[in-house]
């Protein structure tokens, strides 16, 4: 029975997290929010994978963990972001994109959930990527321009519902007799991001933008290919001869 619960435990601990993020950011604790965040990455991560190795997974871990992700990764990320940059904008265009962000998600892990093929990538950017980007880039908000943070947070929304194809990572699982790392694993990850809030979310920010970067590269190299194809193939078209019109 307590095996059972793990699982469904540390998602709602991912869900605990997201919330206490929003309440950090309306309290004027941009870093810490942050790390609330990418600490329910974690989470997130290991959640199905403990249910893996324990052979615990049900309809009811899954709904719950998407219904979480959309406060931790959709709504809580959205937050950090107005509260920091888009306050000073116009509240229309504030309040829309920072609606959009938290709907497109929610879209996203709906369309996650009726998928039922099993293939290795996701489709759509991922929106624990996405929520982990927009929460840590909003603390360069002295560094980069409002327009492009604006920006940004429209292009990571449209991302996750797009049907770019992002690696998936699930495959890789946790041994039934390696679960007891996990709460360590989760422990060491709390107390570093404490000790290092100012500068630990922005170190990670780096390898989360390069992971949504990745799968529009990779979309470009697919279809880039077929193009040339198509065009060499109109290049190699032979021309019709060009009849005379002059009289036999």
């Known amino acids: 029975m307590i ?11 991912n869900l605990f997290l997201g919330i206490v993020a929003i309440i950090l950011i ?27 190795a324990l052979n615990v997974q049900s309809e009811f871990g899954k ?15 959205a937050f950090i972001m107005y509260v920091v940059a888009f306050q000073d904008l116009s509240p229309a265009l504030a309040w829309i994109v920072t609606a959009l962000f938290p709907i497109c998600g929610a879209l996203r892990l709906a ?7 099993n293939a290795g990538y996701f489709i759509g ?13 909003a603390l ?9 943070l604006l920006t940004s947070t429209i292009v990571l929304s449209l991302l996750m519902v ?3 194809r992002y690696p998936n990572f699930k495959k890789v699982g946790i041994p039934r007799n390696a679960i007891w790392v996990v709460p360590i694993i989760i422990i060491v ?39 040339l194809r198509k065009r060499g193939k109109m290049n190699d078209t032979p021309e019709e001869p060009v009849k005379s019109e002059k009289p036999a």
Request: proline letters at 6%.
């Open 63 to 77: 709904e719950l963990d998407s219904l979480s992700d959309v406060i931790s990764f959709g709504v809580a990320p």
């Open 26 to 52: 309306f309290n004027e604790k941009p870093e810490m929010a942050a790390i609330m965040v990418l600490i329910a990455m974690l989470l997130d991560g290991v959640d199905g994978r403990v249910a893996r």
């Open 162 to 164: 797009s049907t770019i």
């Open 189 to 227: 990850s709390i107390v570093l991001g404490v000790y290092f809030e100012h500068h630990l979310s922005k170190i990670l920010f780096v390898p989360l933008l390069i992971y949504a970067l990745y799968g529009l590269k990779k979309n470009v190299d697919r279809r880039l290919p077929k193009r």
């Open 140 to 148: 360069f908000k002295d560094e980069i321009p409002v327009s492009i």
């Open 125 to 137: 950017l991922p929106i624990p990527a996405a929520g982990g980007v927009l929460a840590t880039m």
């Open 3 to 13: 095996a059972k619960s793990i699982p469904s435990l540390l998602t709602v601990g």
């Open 111 to 117: 369309r996650f959930n009726v998928i039922t093929s």
